[in-house]
Structure formats: C-alpha cells, structure tokens
C-alpha cells in the first residue's frame, strides 16, 4: 500500500511541476516586509501566495526567499549567516537570521551544498555548481571556493580515468583537516543487470568518492562503490525505472554524503543501500554498516539505530576508541505507516543521534539511539535533500530539503527555532505539491565577515536613492552627501561641482537602504530659489569602530569613483582615508611625529590660502558643509 501511495504522490509531483508555471509567486518590496499582517502569513502557509515567495529589491535583480518564523527562541542562533541555494535559481545566498540578504552570487549553472569552510586557516565560502537537471537526482558538475572578498580562489573537479565522462556531484563537498577536498561524484559504467532482472550489457551509475589536492587538483583517494560493494545487495523499489542503456544507466547505490574523520577513514551514507558505511582510508574497504542488508551492528533501540530510508546526510561528531557518535538525517518518507510505536504522528523526516559500539567485525556490536529529534509542527514528506549539523552553540541545524523549512533543536532535542522559505506542501495537495523548484538541497548556519571589493550598488528615482552593498558585514551606518556637477573640469579631469550637501547618517538595517532626498542642489543668493538638481552622490560605509569602510562618488552619468577603498582586515586604512580619521590611524599605525607636525603645518597653509580667498570677495555659492535634517529610511 505504501508503494501505491508514494507512485501517487510522484504522479501529483509531476503535475505540480506543470502547475508551478501557473501560479504566481507574490513578490515583495524589501521596504514593505514588516508590514505584512496575520492574514498575509496565512495565506502564505496555505499556498495562495504562491509556491514561492520572493523579496525583490530596487538595486539588485536577485530576488531572496521571504524567511516565515512559525516559532523562535532567544536560544537560538541569531548571530551567524543562514546559507541557501534555493534550487529554482542559479544563486548562492547569505541571509541574516530575520531572512534579509546579506550576499548573492549568481553562476550560470546551478548551485547547491553551500558551505563555509576553512582551508589553510581561512574561511572561505564553498559551493557546486553545474548541470543539475539529470533525471535521477544527482549532478554534473565541479567546486568553487571564494575568498572573505568574494573573489574565486580555487576551482575543483572530479578526476578521471582513460578518458572517462566523470561529473562531480552536487551532493556533499567538504575541506578536510588535512585541508583536502573531499567530493561525490558519478560515472558510467559497464555492468550485467541480469541478477535484478536487466540486460546482460547493461550500464550503471557508479558512486564515487574522490579526496583531491585543492591546488594542484591532483587525486589522492579515491572509493568507488561498484568495487566493495554488492550488487545484490541494495534495496531498490523498481529497477525498471531506468533502461539500464547507456543513456539510461541504472542508479544502483545512489551516494549521499561523504565525509573524513581524524583517523582518515571516511564515512558515507546511500540511498539505496540504506545504510550508513564507514571504510577505511587505506584500501577503501569496509570496516562497518550501519543498517542496510549487512548491518554490522545490533539495533537495541527497536530499529530506530539502524532502520533507514533514506540516510541523507551522515555526520561522525566523535570516534574514541571503539565509540562512535553520528548524527543521521532520514527522510523516512513512506515506510513508516503502521508502526505501533509512533503511530500516524511520526514525522516524516528525522534527525536521529546515534552511539556505535564497534568491537570489531567479529564482536558484539551494539547500535542505540541517543536522540530522535521529532518536529511537532509535521513538516512531511521530504522527498529530496536534508541535512543536519551542529552548531557553535550546541545546538543542531536540520534542513528539511524539499520542505523548504529548517529548524534548530537542543542536544536533547527539544524544537527551539522553525523556519519557512516556502509554504509547506501536503501530499494530498495537486497544486503545490513538493516545490522541487523552491527547495534547498541543505541548509546551513556559520559565522562568516565579508569584504567585497566590488562597489556598492546605487540607483535614483526622482528624489528617492537607494543603495546596497552586496556581502558586506561589518556597516554600522552609512553617510549621504549630494552635489550639483558642473561642465567646468578640476586639474584631475573629474567635474567640479557644488559644495557637498550632507542629507544624514543612517543606521544600516537590512540589505538595502533607501532614503528620499532634497529635490534642489544650490539656492540663489539673490533670490533664494533652487536653481539645480543634486547630480553627483557621495556614499560612505562607517563601520561600528566609527571607521572608514570605503566612500564612492556617484556622477550623473553612471560612473562611479573610489574616494576611500574597502579596508581589508590587517592592511590598514588606505592612504585616501577620510580626514576625520587620519590621526587616529597615523598613530596606529606608527607613522612619525615629523610626518604629524608637517601635515599640521601643511593644514594650516591650506587654512591661510582659504581665508585669503574668501576676503577676495569671489564667492558664488555657500561653501563648506550645509548639515540637512536627517531622512527616515523608507
């Protein structure tokens, strides 16, 4: 019964797809987000503002998921960036814990399994990205890695053999302690399907794991699945889903997480071995099973150790001795009906911590559950992705992949926190359906500052201004100030303009801050009267340290100049700094007395030749700053 009830549900899955062009996603202004009322939130969850949600905002095309918080807890992580790829677009984003955009970056092809990593002491944020719209759920593609400025530091792919077609998967990408890459991958193989009831020459997708040199894209490991594991022994539903053609081989284990411990075996998880495998660095054979048809553990915690699903993510948080704890993701999705001890409230997607007492493959081996970490709130089918992860605070991170939702529990398991990036969808409904087009594979919460290079983005409509600066972290508030430029060009080549009119500081909230300015530039002396528009605008990005974080001018014509470049942590402020802060950064910097005491007496020279000019009696407009009322942010 319940395979008929899961071939139902795809057949629904499908005409969702359909549907999904059908029914308009809302989309929300950023300025109006903290405006939507009780009646809005309900209709989000039942779908009526579409399967997807967006924030869109005036200085940038990127759109950002609309973050739905069902419940909080001052317990939770609210300090650390939220990492997405939602799958219907081709953008890696960083959110803060309210749902605003802290960065975006887009690649061509898609993006999944985004992560905050650190190799050779340094953070660096790290993705897949390429082709994922093969039919049977895995990728083609390779790894990026970027710096805390957002520039591409290294780039990783699969490494093959005679000529082999070999993708790198989008399923896990991790940076080990011996600060190695460790990615999944798949390749075609040549296999005899005939003990499944397939064709003698016959193809597979073989699984595997590939350990790389980060520069040199070398191979230093490799584990293949087709070659310690047996055919026979995985538990598929139908194999006549695929052909077993070369166009159409058979994906016989279906790898969906690997990573490395610090006795350099490395641990993997499969869809259809259902288990969970520890295998040795050395020969890549297998030491134990965790569930599966080989389980190589007693399960005394009745099934719930060792009865899997579909094991997505496997994580081992200690190994000691002959202790192991991991932490399993299981989306448990339809083989769950009819067990007496959780009834119909199961949840059907799981977190579950777990202690293994290996003694050896000829030992009593012991498996019990440590957590079952149950969400009240029935999350449901989670028919694709899902993660779990620990958190700084002891807590645990579980994304629930298809479900587009995460949530954050105690080491006890307690629910604290839960998040929605989309509507939940039933399995009954055959309009929403699972949102394959809305979900992110996994989810995940880590510390992260940034130091972009690039310039903010600024636009104008009428008297309105708006600006944004893509993955920075650290703006506390941002200085505007206006000017009208003139035909008239200075000894540099740059416009001469007005005196700059400062419009106000205002507090950085949020990814993009808008502001509504003075319509005039310059007043008449004679007659009081505007006589010109602001043209030209000066931006300027102060840190919480009330210092200098860069500073743009902004001219009429698009183009924009660097007045005092982004600070990078450790290489001071730049010589262009502002004047407000020159004395205090001389001295931080150890520049001598002499260099103060001329740059003293070379200010007041300046100080001199101003007076001077002004009682020459040529003074076409009000010079020096003129202070404005702060605006509110709109």
Known sequence: MAHFKLLNFLLATLSAHQALALIPSTRIAVSQVNQLDETFWNDYETGAKGPYPQVTYKTTDVTSPLFHTTQNSPQCDSTSVTLLTPSNTNTALLLDARGSLIYAHEEAGAISNLRIQTYESAPHLTFWTGDASTNWHHGAGYYKMLDTSYNLAYVITAVGHDNEDISGDYHDFSITADDTALITAYVKTPWNLTSKGGREEGWIWDCVVQEIDVVTNALIFEWRASQHLAFDDMIVDSWSSWTGVEADPWDFFHINSASKDAKRNYLISAKFSRSVIYISGEDGEVIWELGGRNSTFEDISQGNATRFVDPHHATLEEAEDNIFILTVFDTEAHFLEGREDVGESY??????????????????????????????????????????????????????????????????????????????????????????????????????????????????????????????????????????????????????????????????????????????????????????????????????????????????????????????????????????????????HGISVNFLVIAVLGMGFLAGYWMWRRRGGVVSQKSGWRKMSVFEVV
């Open 347 to 588: 949840p059907m997607a799981s977190k579950i911590q777990l202690q293994l007492d290996y003694q050896g493959r000829k030992g009593n081996n012991v498996a019990r559950s440590l957590a079952l970490f149950i969400n009240p709130s029935s999350v449901g089918i989670v028919l694709q992705g899902g993660s779990v992860s620990k958190l700084d605070s002891r807590n645990y991170l579980v994304g629930y992949g298809s479900q587009s939702a995460f949530a954050e529990f105690t080491e006890s398991g307690q629910l604290l926190c839960q998040t929605q990036y989309a509507p939940f969808t039933a399995v009954e409904s055959t309009e929403a359906s699972v949102k394959l087009s809305s979900y992110s594979h996994r989810v995940y919460k880590s510390q992260w500052i940034g130091h972009p290079t690039t310039a903010p983005s600024f636009v104008r409509d009428g008297n309105n201004v708006a600006w944004s600066w893509n993955g920075a972290t650290e703006i506390d508030s941002w200085r505007l100030e206006g000017q009208q430029e003139s035909s008239i060009q200075n000894q540099h080549g740059r416009k001469a303009g007005t005196p700059w009119t400062r419009f106000g500081v205002f507090r950085h909230v949020g990814f993009e801050t808008s502001v509504q300015i003075p319509a005039s530039a310059t007043v008449s002396h004679e007659t009081g009267e505007a006589i010109g528009e602001f043209d030209s605008f000066r931006l300027t990005a102060i840190g919480s340290d009330r210092k200098t974080l860069g500073s743009w001018i902004f001219h009429g014509d698009g183009s924009v100049h660097v007045v005092v470049e982004q600070k990078v942590e450790g290489s001071g402020v730049p010589a262009t700094a502002a004047i407000a802060n020159v004395g205090s950064d001389i001295l931080e």
